[in-house]
Protein backbone atom coordinates (compact mmCIF):
# COMPACT_ATOMS: atom_id res chain seq x y z
CA UNK A 1 0.00 0.00 0.00
CA UNK A 2 1.29 3.39 -0.99
CA UNK A 3 1.53 5.89 2.14
CA UNK A 4 0.82 9.50 2.19
CA UNK A 5 2.07 11.79 4.23
CA UNK A 6 1.22 15.44 4.79
CA UNK A 7 2.81 18.23 6.39
CA UNK A 8 2.35 20.46 8.46
CA UNK A 9 -0.92 18.90 10.01
CA UNK A 10 -1.97 22.49 10.36
CA UNK A 11 -0.93 25.86 9.35
CA UNK A 12 -2.27 29.40 10.57
CA UNK A 13 -2.14 32.22 8.00
CA UNK A 14 -3.51 35.64 7.00
CA UNK A 15 -5.83 36.07 3.99
CA UNK A 16 -3.84 37.34 1.63
CA UNK A 17 -0.66 35.37 2.34
CA UNK A 18 0.89 32.49 -0.28
CA UNK A 19 0.89 29.18 1.36
CA UNK A 20 2.43 25.48 0.03
CA UNK A 21 1.33 22.29 1.43
CA UNK A 22 3.32 19.29 0.68
CA UNK A 23 2.72 15.63 0.07
CA UNK A 24 4.66 12.35 0.13
CA UNK A 25 4.35 9.01 -1.37
CA UNK A 26 6.07 5.59 0.35
CA UNK A 27 6.76 4.92 -3.15
CA UNK A 28 6.26 6.56 -6.79
CA UNK A 29 2.89 7.46 -8.47
CA UNK A 30 4.28 9.00 -11.06
CA UNK A 31 1.68 12.39 -11.97
CA UNK A 32 -0.64 10.45 -10.74
CA UNK A 33 -1.55 12.44 -7.71
CA UNK A 34 -4.98 14.85 -6.68
CA UNK A 35 -5.35 17.34 -4.63
CA UNK A 36 -8.68 17.96 -2.55
CA UNK A 37 -10.11 20.89 -0.65
CA UNK A 38 -12.92 19.35 2.10
CA UNK A 39 -14.77 21.88 4.41
CA UNK A 40 -17.28 20.83 7.58
CA UNK A 41 -20.05 18.70 6.51
CA UNK A 42 -19.08 18.90 2.72
CA UNK A 43 -17.94 16.16 0.56
CA UNK A 44 -14.42 16.42 -0.73
CA UNK A 45 -14.08 18.76 -3.58
CA UNK A 46 -11.39 18.24 -6.37
CA UNK A 47 -8.37 21.30 -7.38
CA UNK A 48 -5.71 19.58 -9.12
CA UNK A 49 -5.52 16.22 -10.83
CA UNK A 50 -2.50 14.63 -12.82
CA UNK A 51 -0.60 16.46 -10.15
CA UNK A 52 -0.67 19.99 -11.95
CA UNK A 53 -3.79 20.53 -13.93
CA UNK A 54 -6.87 22.65 -12.15
CA UNK A 55 -9.76 20.77 -12.30
CA UNK A 56 -13.40 22.28 -14.00
CA UNK A 57 -14.24 25.88 -12.69
CA UNK A 58 -10.90 25.75 -10.01
CA UNK A 59 -9.76 29.14 -9.56
CA UNK A 60 -6.15 30.11 -10.80
CA UNK A 61 -4.57 30.96 -7.41
CA UNK A 62 -4.67 27.26 -6.73
CA UNK A 63 -1.66 25.44 -8.46
CA UNK A 64 0.43 21.85 -8.19
CA UNK A 65 3.33 20.71 -8.96
CA UNK A 66 5.96 17.69 -7.97
CA UNK A 67 6.45 13.96 -9.76
CA UNK A 68 7.27 10.46 -8.63
CA UNK A 69 7.41 10.68 -4.62
CA UNK A 70 6.77 14.61 -3.73
CA UNK A 71 4.52 17.02 -4.08
CA UNK A 72 2.99 20.65 -3.60
CA UNK A 73 -0.14 22.18 -3.49
CA UNK A 74 0.47 26.53 -3.81
CA UNK A 75 -2.27 29.23 -2.77
CA UNK A 76 -1.18 31.85 -4.20
CA UNK A 77 -3.40 34.61 -2.26
CA UNK A 78 -5.35 32.82 0.15
CA UNK A 79 -8.93 34.08 0.46
CA UNK A 80 -11.92 33.68 3.10
CA UNK A 81 -12.93 31.00 1.38
CA UNK A 82 -9.88 28.73 1.33
CA UNK A 83 -9.90 27.93 5.38
CA UNK A 84 -10.74 24.18 5.02
CA UNK A 85 -8.67 20.68 4.81
CA UNK A 86 -6.55 19.87 2.13
CA UNK A 87 -6.22 16.04 1.20
CA UNK A 88 -3.49 14.29 -0.98
CA UNK A 89 -4.73 11.05 -2.87
CA UNK A 90 -2.54 9.02 -5.59
CA UNK A 91 -4.37 6.92 -7.97
CA UNK A 92 -1.14 5.14 -9.59
CA UNK A 93 -0.86 2.63 -7.41
CA UNK A 94 -4.31 0.58 -6.56
CA UNK A 95 -5.92 -1.21 -5.21
CA UNK A 96 -5.99 0.50 -2.57
CA UNK A 97 -7.10 4.45 -3.82
CA UNK A 98 -4.74 6.16 -0.34
CA UNK A 99 -4.96 9.66 1.02
CA UNK A 100 -3.05 11.44 3.40
CA UNK A 101 -4.16 12.86 6.71
CA UNK A 102 -4.86 16.45 6.03
CA UNK A 103 -3.59 19.79 6.00
CA UNK A 104 -5.74 22.10 7.70
CA UNK A 105 -5.57 25.84 6.77
CA UNK A 106 -6.85 28.05 9.61
CA UNK A 107 -6.83 31.78 10.04
CA UNK A 108 -4.32 33.28 12.04
CA UNK B 1 -25.68 20.83 -11.93
CA UNK B 2 -24.19 17.41 -11.51
CA UNK B 3 -25.16 15.98 -7.73
CA UNK B 4 -24.69 12.84 -5.89
CA UNK B 5 -26.74 12.68 -2.77
CA UNK B 6 -26.24 9.46 0.01
CA UNK B 7 -28.98 8.04 1.94
CA UNK B 8 -29.53 5.31 4.36
CA UNK B 9 -27.19 6.26 7.18
CA UNK B 10 -28.12 5.81 10.81
CA UNK B 11 -27.15 3.54 14.10
CA UNK B 12 -26.95 -0.28 13.98
CA UNK B 13 -25.83 -2.38 15.87
CA UNK B 14 -22.84 -4.87 15.96
CA UNK B 15 -23.23 -7.91 13.53
CA UNK B 16 -26.69 -6.17 11.34
CA UNK B 17 -26.84 -4.84 7.90
CA UNK B 18 -26.86 -1.54 6.38
CA UNK B 19 -27.75 -0.40 2.33
CA UNK B 20 -26.35 2.83 1.74
CA UNK B 21 -27.83 4.57 -1.56
CA UNK B 22 -26.14 7.56 -3.57
CA UNK B 23 -28.64 8.95 -5.84
CA UNK B 24 -27.27 10.83 -8.96
CA UNK B 25 -28.62 13.55 -11.24
CA UNK B 26 -27.56 15.99 -14.24
CA UNK B 27 -24.97 13.55 -16.08
CA UNK B 28 -25.29 10.18 -17.77
CA UNK B 29 -24.86 7.92 -14.86
CA UNK B 30 -24.46 4.37 -16.69
CA UNK B 31 -21.16 5.78 -18.34
CA UNK B 32 -19.34 5.99 -15.12
CA UNK B 33 -17.96 4.18 -12.51
CA UNK B 34 -18.63 4.68 -9.21
CA UNK B 35 -16.70 4.58 -6.01
CA UNK B 36 -17.32 4.58 -2.28
CA UNK B 37 -15.14 5.84 0.72
CA UNK B 38 -15.54 6.45 4.45
CA UNK B 39 -13.74 8.73 6.79
CA UNK B 40 -13.97 7.32 10.19
CA UNK B 41 -14.07 10.04 13.01
CA UNK B 42 -10.31 12.03 13.36
CA UNK B 43 -9.00 9.54 10.52
CA UNK B 44 -8.01 10.23 6.96
CA UNK B 45 -10.75 9.40 3.99
CA UNK B 46 -10.76 5.75 3.18
CA UNK B 47 -11.51 3.90 -0.54
CA UNK B 48 -14.09 1.09 0.17
CA UNK B 49 -14.83 -0.02 -3.48
CA UNK B 50 -15.89 1.02 -6.67
CA UNK B 51 -18.16 -0.58 -9.82
CA UNK B 52 -17.66 0.20 -12.91
CA UNK B 53 -20.21 1.12 -15.41
CA UNK B 54 -22.01 -1.72 -17.62
CA UNK B 55 -19.36 -0.75 -20.48
CA UNK B 56 -16.79 -2.88 -18.57
CA UNK B 57 -18.67 -5.09 -16.86
CA UNK B 58 -19.94 -3.60 -14.35
CA UNK B 59 -17.25 -5.17 -12.07
CA UNK B 60 -15.96 -4.36 -8.59
CA UNK B 61 -13.29 -4.12 -6.66
CA UNK B 62 -13.05 -3.67 -2.57
CA UNK B 63 -10.71 -2.38 -0.07
CA UNK B 64 -9.51 -5.50 2.14
CA UNK B 65 -10.76 -4.26 4.97
CA UNK B 66 -14.37 -4.56 3.55
CA UNK B 67 -13.67 -7.59 1.07
CA UNK B 68 -16.37 -9.87 1.31
CA UNK B 69 -18.84 -7.90 3.78
CA UNK B 70 -19.68 -4.76 1.87
CA UNK B 71 -20.85 -5.04 -1.87
CA UNK B 72 -21.77 -2.48 -4.47
CA UNK B 73 -24.43 -2.85 -6.93
CA UNK B 74 -25.85 -0.04 -9.18
CA UNK B 75 -29.45 0.98 -11.12
CA UNK B 76 -28.73 2.37 -13.97
CA UNK B 77 -32.19 3.11 -14.58
CA UNK B 78 -32.98 4.67 -11.30
CA UNK B 79 -29.33 6.25 -11.55
CA UNK B 80 -28.76 4.64 -8.09
CA UNK B 81 -25.41 3.53 -6.99
CA UNK B 82 -25.53 1.15 -3.55
CA UNK B 83 -23.45 -0.02 -1.20
CA UNK B 84 -24.48 -3.52 0.74
CA UNK B 85 -22.88 -3.38 4.09
CA UNK B 86 -23.14 -6.65 6.05
CA UNK B 87 -21.90 -8.22 9.53
CA UNK B 88 -20.94 -4.50 10.42
CA UNK B 89 -18.33 -3.86 13.11
CA UNK B 90 -17.69 -1.05 15.49
CA UNK B 91 -14.77 -0.12 13.17
CA UNK B 92 -17.26 0.24 10.41
CA UNK B 93 -18.60 3.65 11.89
CA UNK B 94 -17.28 6.61 9.65
CA UNK B 95 -19.40 9.16 7.20
CA UNK B 96 -19.69 7.02 4.15
CA UNK B 97 -19.22 9.41 0.59
CA UNK B 98 -19.83 8.14 -2.87
CA UNK B 99 -17.94 9.77 -5.85
CA UNK B 100 -17.78 9.69 -9.44
CA UNK B 101 -14.75 9.13 -11.92
CA UNK B 102 -13.06 12.24 -13.81
CA UNK B 103 -13.87 10.16 -16.94
CA UNK B 104 -16.26 7.69 -18.44
CA UNK B 105 -12.73 5.56 -19.79
CA UNK B 106 -11.98 2.85 -17.55
CA UNK B 107 -8.01 3.49 -16.85
CA UNK B 108 -8.46 3.58 -13.13
CA UNK B 109 -5.78 6.37 -13.71
CA UNK B 110 -8.23 8.69 -12.35
CA UNK B 111 -9.21 10.84 -9.88
CA UNK B 112 -12.16 11.58 -8.34
CA UNK B 113 -14.84 14.69 -9.58
CA UNK B 114 -17.77 14.97 -8.29
CA UNK B 115 -18.27 13.85 -4.15
CA UNK B 116 -21.26 13.75 -2.23
CA UNK B 117 -22.25 15.48 1.20
CA UNK B 118 -22.01 11.94 2.65
CA UNK B 119 -24.53 9.81 5.34
CA UNK B 120 -22.85 8.78 8.82
CA UNK B 121 -23.36 5.07 10.17
CA UNK B 122 -22.49 4.40 13.56
CA UNK B 123 -22.30 1.04 14.55
CA UNK B 124 -22.69 0.24 18.07
CA UNK B 125 -25.02 -1.91 20.97
Known amino acids: ETVMTQSPATLSVSPGERVTLSCTTS??????LAWYQQKPGQGPRLLIY???TRATDISARFSGSGSGTEFTLTISSLQSEDFAVYYC??????????FGQGTKLEIK | EVQLVESGGGLVQPGRSLRLSCTCS????????MSWFRQAPGKRLEWVGF??????????EYAASVKGRFTISRDDSKNIAYLHMNSLKTEDTAVYYC????????????????WGQGTLVTVSS
Open chain 2, 99 to 114: ARDRTTVNIRLDPFDV
Open chain 2, 26 to 33: HFTFGDYA
Open chain 2, 51 to 60: MRSQAYGATT
Open chain 1, 27 to 32: QSVGKN
Open chain 1, 50 to 52: DAS
Open chain 1, 89 to 98: QQYNNWPPYT
